[in-house]
């Protein structure tokens, strides 16, 4: 019989020496990591840009989003210590992944989501997975506040990115674009919600750059909702409002952590409305055929906004995080598509009538 070889480990093997394991730690892994860093040409020409751009695509990490880098290191911490049930608030990927990765280690799932705030599909991926799926009449910030009181009880596991090792696994994706480009970019942009992916990254490009894999650090350039905007507002917002789901959070967990990645890499911290996020989503998915998640989309708003200002350099060397993939809300793209199928009779003249040619 022949082995069945697996090239890549999944992040914390490939990883071990900047996370907190052992040899003994007892890995839980769905081969996460290893996402690829797609240049986007077309998109860099219709927003007029003189710079290389490149989006890491955590659309394709197994539930479709970045958060399985932070999960991985989420559930296996928590089984190492034992814990027989793990619990998270989520706008809807944190609680897929959980779901997801909790499955995978045979682990007890309880999940608490936003009433009808969440995308369908990721409602789909944690009802599938068999969490336990509660629905809070309330915002994600309610529900945050009430697992950080079900995790001071002692009986749960947290495995919302206000649990340490979260950040540990999501900054791995620092760690593979710097593998993948050779140093660190000029400016890294990505959206902002509740905080954890900005402070994640800053830090994982901050440990390369000492462990001498980087020579430089990059400006971090973070994007809320101009309706869920307390990063960029310097206080709390009580009623978030975005059609970008994921970044629906008005009170970071993460809020000191983005202050930092800003001001120690002379970057920023600034908002985008919908609208200009919706523009950014369109566009992406007709230039280079990459469908995101709108909230991924607030980077490339950002992005434009940075075009206007002349704030970029030429020749600069940009990377963009996607953090999730766009079939998640479907019924977002049907929307901003703007037109529906056309029904014809079953014969060629019909199609060649409606094809104009
Ligand atoms: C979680 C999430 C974000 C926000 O990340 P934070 O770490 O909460 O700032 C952005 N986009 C998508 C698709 C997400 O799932």
Redesign the pocket.
Known sequence: MSAVSYPWPGVIRRYAEFLPVTAETPVVTLLEGNTPLIPVPSFVAAIKGRFDLYLKYEALNPTC???DRGMTMAITKAKERGAKVVVCAS????SASAAAYAARAGLRCVVLLPQGKIAAGKMAQALLHGATTVSIEGNFDDALRIVRELGESGLVEVVN?VNPVRIEGQKTAAFEICDTLGDAPDFHFL????????TAYWRGFKEYHAAEKADTLPRMMGWQAAGAAPLVLGHPVENPETVAT??R?GN?A?WQGAMDAARESDGRIRSVTDEEILYAYKLLARTEGLMV?P??AAALAGLIHCVGTGEIPDGSLITATM??HGLKDPDIAVKVAGFSPIVVPANREAVMAVMNL
């Open positions: 989003s970045f958060k706008t809807g990927n944190t990115s959206p902002v919600g509740n905080a954890g992916n900005i994921a970044i959070i970071p993460s998640e909230a991924c953090t999730g």
